[in-house]
């Protein structure tokens, strides 16, 4: 089945099983725990900057030192800062490997053509629990992870650093539960009702990404 085809199957999966809006390193395989809270550090002059998501909420993209060989997995991370007076919840599912249309991992050229899109899509195989929602207090930072292979396949003889671009994105405002899917019924979360302070939108940032040839 063509990608584009399969990330409109996620799609629609995941939007049948809740109720929208308008608008460190693991296995992939496996869920991530939720990650204790901490305040802000100063900035360094080295460190990227934060993007503002709006509604409270600022980003960040994390990229360890390189550079990197093709070949290489990054565990990349992804930082979530509570810029506001009331705790706020993202919805990020703990197993990277069935993030897709949630959090992406876009790669491209230094001149700007596009090389490959992570994780690859994967409708089943996930069942979403109140631990897919984490809070963050006010004035407090999260970070999560996130791998990103550097294909050789996808890469090929693309010169220069690469740059990495992730998009989060978020619509869901409740989870009612009661929708059969081929992993099982979900289940009503947060008692079915609006999940408290839970952020709404789309969001992009950039990093480099260095190379070695």
Not at 109 to 121: M, S
Request: charged share 20%; aromatic share 8%.
């Amino acid at each position: 089945m063509p990608r584009t085809a399969v990330r409109t199957l996620l799609a629609a999966t995941l939007l049948s099983a809740c109720t929208t809006a308008t608008p460190v390193t693991i296995p992939a395989d496996a869920p991530q725990a939720q990650p204790a809270a901490t305040p802000p550090t100063p900035p360094s002059a080295d460190e990227p900057a934060w993007t503002d998501a709006g509604g409270g909420l600022s980003l960040r993209l994390a990229v360890p030192p390189g550079p990197y060989k093709l070949g290489a997995t990054i565990d990349v991370g992804l930082e979530f800062r509570n810029d506001g007076r009331d705790e706020l919840r993202i919805y990020l599912i703990q197993a990277p490997v069935f993030r897709a249309m949630q959090s992406d991992l876009a790669l491209f050229a230094a001149d700007g053509k596009f090389l490959d899109t992570q994780p690859e899509p994967h409708p089943h195989g996930y069942v979403v629990s109140e631990r897919d929602f984490p809070a963050i207090p006010p004035d407090a930072v999260v970070r999560f992870s996130q791998p990103l292979l550097l294909d050789r396949d996808r890469i090929g003889g693309a010169s220069g650093d690469l740059q990495l671009r992730w998009t989060y994105r978020n619509s869901v405002e409740s989870w009612s539960g009661g929708v059969q899917t081929l992993d099982g019924p979900t289940h009503a979360l947060f008692g079915g009702g609006p999940i408290p302070g839970i952020w709404r939108g789309e969001v992009r940032t950039t990093a480099t990404v260095p190379l070695t040839r």
